[in-house]
């Protein structure tokens, strides 16, 4: 114990972190309304240790506890680094109530953080986007954090391309971004999902450091679905149809196709990286093959998904991959269907479509330089997220956060409503 505290105390004074230090915390959810999941890591493994969680209601009387399981990884990179992801589930969970909590083990515990255990009989308020790093995302980063502190959201969504990329520099640059966000993702909800910048070795990174909602096929954090409230939310990997994984297309179809037969909920929310329809530089908008390929299918290979969202009256899609925003019409088969009013649609005949991948990428778009295609109703430059507000079983809303400011500027107001 000596000789490890004389070497963690020199690895500080080389200004470089003792490998055992709990770091990355972040919260998510596990699909029953009574748990929270917590997954952090660490650079050294435990030996003869059990990681562990202990939360409770007051921060200075942390008496229940729960215990973790350690996923030991490599990197893909040359040096082929491990790391040690460690995950716990909170259960019998009071919504409503503030709890706090820290995780670690007796080699070392972390700070003390703390998340009210969401309320699905209130009104659901979640951040979403994609395309976020350290670099050109900071002011995003920064407003995320402001508007937790200030509680204004119960969930966090990043729908693909996370810190550009989770994998580089043998993973330090996935390490600095999941630092970087812990001032948010370990006190709300953060919920992923993989885009094209997370195929590299098999999905390698958001597989291990991640901890989503099972879905019984391959549990790797690669498509997921819950409950909250009044929605159904699902998470589809279009990077299946990208990379022709047909197999793992076909999988994934055949679950959707259960998993929209058995909600039950009013309002159905589905979330993938790649757009199907948007406006881009070129004539025809967003129809690069590899992105519409999950929109038509090809053969029995690569089932198409749209007609099956339309026929499960899917209400609301959100997607990443272009850097920029923009809203469009209800739409379907290339149709939009337009109304008197496009800022409150009523019982639409189609999913509404918002494209939200500019929160802060390597190479952000301006829709000044994009062909505006018909489908399209606000197309904006700023860098931000989608804020959507679940009200009721008859209203939501959603609008864009521009995060040029920490207190964030609304600028596109719009409201979903049905009977």
Same mark, same amino acid.
């Given at each position: 114990?000596?000789?490890? =505290? ?21 919260? @998510? ?24 969680? #202990?939360?409770?209601?007051?921060? $200075? ?12 990884? #490599? ?13 716990? &589930? ?38 979403? !986007? ?5 670099? *050109? ?17 119960? =969930? ?23 630092? #970087? ?19 590299? +070795? ?12 099972? $879905? ?6 690669? !498509? ?11 998470? =589809? $990997? ?10 793992? @297309? ?12 058995? /909600? ?7 979330? !993938? ?5 948007? +406006?881009?530089? *070129? ?62 649609? *009523? /019982? ?7 494209? &939200? ?5 390597? +190479? ?14 606000? #197309? =904006? ?7 959507? &507000? ?28 049905? $009977?």
């Amino acid at each position: 114990m000596i000789l490890r =505290l004389t070497f963690c105390l020199l690895a500080i004074a080389a200004a470089t972190v003792c490998s055992k230090k709990v770091e990355q915390v972040h919260l @998510s959810l596990s699909g029953r309304p009574d748990e929270m999941v917590v997954t952090w890591l660490t650079l050294d493994p435990l030996p003869n240790v059990t990681p562990y969680v #202990a939360f409770g209601v007051t921060k $200075n009387s942390l008496r229940l506890t729960a215990k973790g399981n350690t996923t030991g990884w #490599a990197d893909q990179g040359k040096k082929g680094k491990m790391r040690y992801t460690h995950r716990a &589930t909170m259960q019998n969970m009071v919504a409503g109530q503030l709890y706090y909590y820290q995780v670690g083990s007796s080699q070392e515990m972390s700070e003390i953080f703390h998340f009210r255990q969401p309320d699905q009989s209130q009104p659901l308020r979640a951040a979403i !986007f994609g395309d976020l790093s350290i670099y *050109k995302g900071q002011q995003s980063i920064d407003q995320l954090i402001a508007a937790r502190k200030d509680n204004q959201f119960d =969930l966090i969504i990043h729908i693909g391309d996370l810190a550009y990329d989770l994998h580089d520099q043998d993973g330090s640059t996935g390490d600095d971004y999941m630092n #970087a966000i812990e001032p948010f993702a370990a006190y709300v909800p953060y919920m992923v999902f993989a885009g094209n910048h997370e195929v590299d +070795s098999n999905f390698n990174h958001i597989t291990n450091r991640f901890t989503m909602p099972r $879905n019984g096929v391959y549990d790797n954090n690669l !498509f997921w679905s819950f409950d909250y409230g009044f929605v159904h939310f699902i998470a =589809l $990997n279009s990077e299946y149809y990208a990379e022709e994984m047909s197999k793992e @297309s076909q999988k994934q179809f055949k679950w959707l196709e259960q998993d929209l037969a058995n /909600n039950k909920k009013k309002w159905t929310i589905v979330m !993938f990286h790649r757009p199907w329809y948007c +406006s881009s530089k *070129k004539k025809k908008g967003c129809h690069d093959d590899e992105d519409i390929l999950s929109r038509e299918g090809l053969t029995d290979k690569f089932p198409g998904l749209e007609e099956l969202l339309n026929q499960h009256k899917v209400d609301l899609i959100l997607y990443g991959h272009k850097h920029t925003y923009e809203r469009m019409w209800p739409i379907f088969n290339k149709e939009p269907f337009k109304s008197s009013d496009p800022t409150h649609i *009523k /019982n639409a005949p189609a999913p509404v479509y918002i494209l &939200t991948g500019g929160a802060g990428c390597h +190479s952000h778009e301006d829709p000044s330089d994009h062909i505006i295609q018909d489908f399209s109703v606000k #197309a =904006l430059g700023e860098y931000g997220y989608t804020f959507l &507000t679940v009200y009721n079983a008859t209203h939501l809303s959603t609008d864009f956060v521009d995060t040029s400011e920490t207190t964030g500027k609304f600028l596109d107001p719009f409201v979903l409503e049905k $009977n």
